[in-house]
């Protein structure tokens, strides 16, 4: 059973949007910490957004004033609205859930199975 399921990738135009969503299990989605993470070809992976399940949020620099991350506690989703969008941006988009732990909770990082975003220039 998966965790978490992505969604809302494509092909995209520069300077145009994208808004992926991740479906993620109630077990794990209350007390986690949501980001979502990007890899390009020949590259790490690399953080681009997080928000934690008080609603705090921290992005890279490469994508500031233009991605939005945003959670729904409710729905047990987590999105990333990206608005112009770079060529630099094509990647495979992952979510992650993650939880440091706690003396009565075991820690856990689970990822989805990525979503291709593709920025033609």
């Known amino acids: 059973q998966r965790q978490l399921v992505e969604s809302g990738g494509g092909l995209v135009q520069a300077g145009g949007s994208l808004r992926l969503s991740c479906a993620a299990s109630r077990s794990i989605f209350s007390i986690a910490a949501m980001g979502w993470y990007r890899q390009a070809p020949g590259k790490q992976r690399e953080l681009v957004a997080i928000?934690?399940?008080?609603?705090?949020?921290n992005y890279a620099d490469s994508v500031k004033g233009r991605f939005t991350i945003s959670r729904d506690n409710a729905k047990n989703m987590v999105y990333l609205q990206m608005n112009s969008l770079k060529s630099e941006d094509t990647a495979v988009y992952y979510c992650n859930a993650h939880w440091s732990g706690s003396p009565l909770t075991r820690p856990y990082d689970y990822w989805g199975q990525g979503t291709q975003v593709t920025v033609s220039s």
């Open positions: 928000i934690t399940s008080g609603g705090s949020t």
